[in-house]
């Protein structure tokens, strides 16, 4: 049995979870009236719509720029990332744009990992992230999984806030519907 937090990297595993968060969030939220994909857990938070234009910005200036970075040897430090780009980028895309938007560079990017052939020693090759410091490239790919997840949980839990009030005494058990600490 392997417990939270012990699993080392696996590349495969990883490729794994990227490959699939396109397809789980189109069948999550495609076709879903504006009450679900618009929702938000208040001021300052992100709908569901939200958070796939922060994910396609992910795609085109993140993950893969700050592998090729690594692998590049560079030492300055990766290029800073607008978490709020989405809000200027998605404007007037509907969300299934969006949805085949992120598919689409999604492919393209996992394809792009791949073919990297990546070793054991790329993995433990250092970048310098502008906030944390000296990263390596296997916690950039690790991140970027978990990122994946960290969103995936984010929409179910907004989306659940949703009905937050209407499932009345089952809200005790309703744990998602509680705000995160």
Do not use: C
């Not at 990017?109 to 000296?134: C, F, I, S, W, Y």
């Amino acid at each position: 049995m392997i417990l939270m937090n012990q699993k080392p990297f696996n590349f495969d595993d990883a490729v794994a979870i990227l490959e699939r968060t396109p397809a789980s969030l189109k069948a999550l939220l495609s076709g879903l009236p504006e009450t679900w994909i618009r929702a938000t857990e208040g001021e300052g938070t992100w709908s569901p719509y939200d958070v796939i234009g922060h994910l396609i910005h992910g795609e085109r200036t993140d993950w893969i720029p700050r592998a090729r970075h690594i692998l590049a040897g560079e030492t300055r430090p990766f290029e800073a990332f607008d978490r709020m780009a989405q809000f200027n980028e998605s404007q007037g895309k509907s969300l299934g744009e969006l949805l085949k938007m992120f598919a689409d560079l999604r492919r393209e990017n996992v394809a792009a990992l791949v073919g990297m052939n990546l070793t054991e020693a790329d993995l433990g090759r250092k970048g310098l992230h502008p906030e944390l410091g000296d990263v390596t490239l296997g916690q950039l790919l690790a991140t970027w999984v978990v990122h994946d997840l960290v969103h995936v949980a984010q929409i179910a839990r907004t989306m659940a806030k949703v009905y937050g009030e209407a499932t009345g005494p089952w809200t005790a058990y309703l744990s998602i519907l509680r705000d995160r600490v």
